[in-house]
């Protein structure tokens, strides 16, 4: 338990370092202590009951001394007459809440008084009860946490969220044009609740909502916000979140710098408006949401289009597509005038009849063309066949010479070629003789 006793503190517990709200710092535990009672060691043998469990547990914290404690007052208790008052100290980042027993005196002495929701640096000695096993912590100082110290840690908070890119633009998603249905988180009966449903049904009557009413000042808002917001996000009919809530202090509004919402919105699905305050209020909200609306009017009027607005938008539209079409049948009507009064589609026949003569000169030119081609031509074949047979053999047997063959038909051209007595024919113009070779030349 020294080892345990060494790593926990007020620094663990306190954002500022452990100081409180006019730099008080926090006392150091105490140095590890030995367990010198007489109760012999545990073992599986001789185990201990619990009650002496309990009161070494006792003991060991009793041993802590006094720490200085931050947090956040979730509730007061006080009984008339009572001199004791108890205090419920929530620690919003972890979720985890102590009882604190204070005297009243104590609790007078603060100023501003102290109220739910406040947060405070106490000074106070855990005790551990060990017949009902239970630690609680009894304060003898209270402080509450000023506006400027709050400012610093909403400040140091804030550049720990964007050095983890929780307020990176590129991350930010855009709400659709027209939300099938829009889940709003916000106070029960409260001035913003009906500004964002005024303002959003008077653009647009159809618009659907899921409203889920959660406490949104004080010690319960934070985690009745989460809660909301799984629902939400979890619902696929929701296309998009509104976390509404209308002006305040900076204390009032304190819940909506909470790191732990800042990082359920950012893990959320589902796009996020924060319609928080009025237009000079920035929670940290206002950072990681998808979309800041400066006030819940202002969500109203961006959630939805104006459907005055888009019915005005689509009269122009068709008034502009009739004026276009209109000008192009005019246009085009009027080019079809113009074609239609020219003189070929007046009076084609006038271009028919201009256009005959042409024709025919034409076509008398072609035939005069043609029939020279053709004397031509006549004339240039009766020249070739009569030079064909002035140079055919039928020509020079005209001329009374005769064509001397064998009886194979072989042309005898020589004499020589033939022998005394051998067969002849002889080819004239008229035809053809039989002949005898009767002798040789000598």
Avoid at 307 to 316: D, M, S, T, V
Avoid at 387 to 395: F, Y
Wanted: hydrophobic letters at 40%; aromatic letters at 4%.
């Amino acid at each position: 338990m020294a080892d345990r006793r060494d790593r926990t503190g007020a620094d663990r517990h306190s954002p500022t370092g452990g100081a409180s709200g006019d730099g008080v710092t926090a006392r150091p535990y105490p140095c590890p202590v030995t367990d010198t009672d007489a109760t012999p060691r545990s073992s599986a043998d001789e185990p201990w009951p619990v009650r002496v469990v309990s009161q070494k547990i006792s003991a060991w914290i009793g041993r802590l001394g006094w720490v200085w404690v931050d947090g956040q007052v979730a509730q007061i208790s006080r009984r008339p007459g009572a001199s004791t008052v108890f205090l419920t100290l929530r620690d919003p980042s972890a979720d985890l809440s102590l009882t604190v027993t204070t005297n009243r005196d104590v609790l007078d002495l603060g100023a501003p008084e102290l109220t739910d929701g406040a947060r405070v640096v106490l000074r106070a000695k855990p005790e551990f009860y060990p017949a009902r096993g239970t630690l609680s912590l009894r304060a003898d100082e209270i402080r509450q946490v000023g506006l400027g110290e709050l400012l610093a840690r909403l400040e140091k908070l804030k550049k720990l969220l964007a050095a983890e890119g929780l307020f990176d633009r590129a991350r930010k998603r855009r709400p659709p044009f027209l939300p099938q249905r829009i889940g709003l988180i916000t106070g029960r009966a409260s001035a913003a609740e009906r500004d964002v449903l005024t303002n959003a049904r008077r653009r647009w009557p159809a618009v659907d909502f899921r409203v889920v009413n959660v406490a949104v000042q004080g010690s319960g808002a934070v985690p009745q916000m989460i809660d909301a917001l799984a629902v939400l996000d979890a619902d696929p009919s929701i296309d998009v979140i509104v976390i509404a809530r209308g002006g305040g202090s900076v204390e009032d509004l304190l819940p909506f710098s909470d790191e732990a919402l800042c990082r359920a919105v950012f893990g959320c699905r589902t796009p996020v408006v924060s319609a928080v305050g009025h237009e000079t209020d920035a929670p940290l909200l206002d950072y990681v949401a998808d979309v800041r609306a400066s006030t819940p009017t202002d969500a109203g009027k961006r959630l939805v289009p104006d459907l005055a607005e888009e019915l005005r938008l689509i009269a122009l539209a068709r008034h502009r597509l009739d004026r276009a079409v209109a000008g192009l049948l005019d246009r085009e009507t009027h080019r079809l005038e113009m074609v239609r009064s020219r003189p070929v589609l007046a009076r084609p026949q006038v271009l028919l009849d201009g256009r005959a003569g042409e024709v025919d000169a034409l076509r008398d030119r072609a035939t005069r063309c043609l029939e020279h081609r053709l004397s031509a031509g006549t004339a240039g074949l009766g020249h070739t066949l009569a030079r064909l047979r002035a140079l055919s053999p039928a020509a020079t047997l005209d001329r009374g010479y005769a064509i001397v063959q064998d009886t194979a038909g072989a042309v005898v051209r020589s004499p020589d070629d033939v022998a005394v007595g051998d067969p002849l024919r002889l080819r004239l113009a008229g035809g053809e003789l039989p002949a005898v070779a009767a002798a040789r030349p000598e």
